[in-house]
């Protein structure tokens, strides 16, 4: 009788560890000099930006290459999955493929911001787009 009361206690507290959140420390002053985009956002589903968004975007030079970092954010108390990806745009305007121009999964935990980020696959790009969706 014990054993089978002791697997639905296991299930439950599974299950409540999984709705967890997050606790972050860092500086009250950044030291760090962000290069911070100029972003235009299109929203097509506002499901996904009412508990994932992008809170900036920055972006650098590795050597030549253009490198693009971006802030999410799960603005909700629990668990959440997006998937997303860098589309790279070169002075032209043409699209250049990319190993990183494919969808990667994102597991975000509740109130949790995590850093994306991407280094452009050669110096004639310019330009990015980031995309997200969500993970069905």
């Known amino acids: 009788m014990k054993k089978i009361l002791f697997i639905p206690l296991i299930g439950i507290l599974s299950f409540l560890t999984a709705c967890s959140t997050v606790n972050t ?3 009250a002053s950044s030291s760090a000099n962000t290069q911070y985009v100029n972003d235009k956002r299109v929203i097509t589903d506002g499901s996904l930006n009412d508990y994932a968004y992008v809170a900036a975007v ?5 050597g030549e ?3 693009v970092q971006a802030k999410i954010v799960n603005s909700t108390s629990s668990f959440r999955q997006i998937n997303y990806k860098f589309e790279w745009i070169d002075k032209n ?3 250049v493929p990319s190993a990183n121009s494919a969808w990667m999964k994102l597991i975000l935990e509740g ?3 995590q850093f994306i980020s991407a ?6 790009v310019c330009d990015f787009t980031l995309k997200l969706l969500p993970n069905k």
Request: proline share 4%.
């Open 25 to 27: 420390v860092e500086r």
């Open 58 to 62: 920055n972006e650098t030079k590795v």
């Open 65 to 67: 290459l253009l490198m």
């Open 93 to 95: 305007g043409m699209a």
């Open 111 to 113: 109130g949790e911001a």
């Open 119 to 124: 280094v452009a696959p050669n110096i004639n």
